[in-house]
């Protein structure tokens, strides 16, 4: 099955500067790799996603981009704010199936 | 986006107890459904794919006596953890999608304390 690893697992920024949180998968056939920001007792909520015919994705302060040679993707955040604090997960489909990545717990200091 | 419900948020019970989840899709027909365990501080691990009328999938190592699923309706899936103890106790969400490879709702989620 499909393998998900991201890094890092805790990533500390101060207000306004960028993140970035890196992942790799194992299977060439996975086609969709969206990113989920979960806050403490709620559900995941999809911040942006990117197809596999598809090499960059943009949406204001977040962006993220795929190398489907090297199998990894990216996720960026530019100018953090506190509120952007919270575990973030990315996911790779395939089989019909989402595999998650063990997450990174972003904390954007004041 | 569309609505997937989660009922009930959070339920405590006796060990040896059986617990059921309930996971709605509001506003779509799904005709597969997936749900999810979350311990703390760790990632969502796949338990299982429930489809519509059949069987559903379970992943390696889940018990599929212990984590009853059904999937009676394209709105409506259902986890019942039998027998409970406290090891079963997590933070359980479902999800559901409109059509395959599409984006995935997830329910709000259900937090089982099993004393």
């Known amino acids: 099955g499909e393998n998900v690893e991201q890094h890092p697992s805790t990533l500390s920024v101060q207000e306004g500067d960028s993140a970035v949180i890196k992942c790799t998968y194992s299977?060439?056939?996975?086609?969709?790799f969206p990113w989920y920001k979960q806050e403490l007792g709620k559900r995941p909520q999809l911040i942006i996603d990117i197809r596999s015919n598809v090499g960059e994705k943009k949406d204001q302060r977040i962006a993220v981009t795929l190398n489907k040679t090297a199998k990894h993707f990216s996720l960026h955040i530019t100018e953090t704010q506190p509120e952007d604090s919270a575990v973030y997960f990315c996911?790779?489909?395939?089989?019909?199936?989402?595999?998650f990545g063990a997450g990174t717990t972003v904390t954007v200091r004041a | 986006g569309a609505v997937v419900s989660q009922h009930p948020s959070w339920v405590i019970c006796k060990s040896g107890t059986s617990v059921k989840i309930e996971c709605r899709s509001l506003d779509f027909q799904a005709t597969t459904m997936f749900w999810y365990r979350q311990f703390p501080k760790q990632s969502l691990m796949l338990m299982a794919t429930?489809?519509?009328?059949?069987?559903?999938?379970?992943e390696q190592g889940v018990e599929k006596d212990k984590f009853l699923i059904n999937h009676a309706s394209l709105t409506l899936s259902t986890l019942t953890v039998t027998s409970a103890h406290p090891e079963d106790s997590s933070f359980y969400i479902c999800s559901a999608a409109q059509g395959y490879g599409g984006e995935l709702f997830f329910g709000e989620g259900s937090r089982l304390t099993v004393l």
């Open positions: 299977d060439s056939a996975s086609n969709y």
């Open positions: 429930s489809n519509e009328g059949s069987k559903a999938t379970y």
């Open positions: 996911a790779a489909y395939n089989d019909y199936k989402l595999s």
